[in-house]
């Protein structure tokens, strides 16, 4: 039974993983509506951070990326957005946040959490690699270090 369970957790990964990216509309913080479906330039790595100002995991994610980001961008063809979940009662705390921590992300907001619901996405922090339309990565939760990690499998793909 055990094996059936890893089975099913590594192969259903690799099977989701081939999925398109759903074409939902967000907003910016500056109200602007964007559809993740423009984020299509070819062969570029789109990652896609989902997470929440009240999520402290979330953050520390979002933080050590950004420590790493315009090296990143040397490197390979990447562009981070970061996904705030926060509903209509947390969602004024994000501009500020992303303000105050200087993030140099695309940051959208997913305040009905749509894109959220149509991924299937439980928990946050989570993360979401696309590459010509495909999501072709996908990371739940965060450790701390893990962007090393991340950077080496994104040169991967």
Not at 34 to 62: G, H, M, R
Not at 79 to 102: C, H, M, W
Request: hydrophobic share 40%; glycine share 4%.
């Amino acid at each position: 039974m055990k094996k059936l369970a890893l089975f099913l957790l590594f192969f259903g990964n690799i099977a989701y993983s081939q999925q398109e990216f759903p074409s939902v509309d967000l907003k910016s913080l500056d109200s602007e509506t964007i559809n993740t479906s423009s984020f299509n330039e070819a062969d570029k790595l789109y990652v896609f951070s989902f997470w929440a100002t009240w999520c402290a995991p979330c953050i520390q994610e979002l933080e050590a990326i950004s420590e790493v980001y315009q090296d990143w961008k040397t490197q390979i063809n990447v562009e981070v957005i970061a996904v705030s979940t926060d509903d209509s009662r947390t969602q004024k705390r994000v501009k500020p946040l992303v303000n105050g921590k200087g993030w140099e992300y695309n940051v959208l907001l997913d305040t009905n959490q749509d894109l959220k619901r149509k991924l299937s996405i439980a928990n946050i922090p989570y993360l979401i690699v696309v590459k010509n339309g495909k999501i072709v990565f996908i990371q739940n939760g965060h450790t701390p270090g893990a962007e090393e990690e991340l950077l080496a499998k994104l040169k991967t793909l």
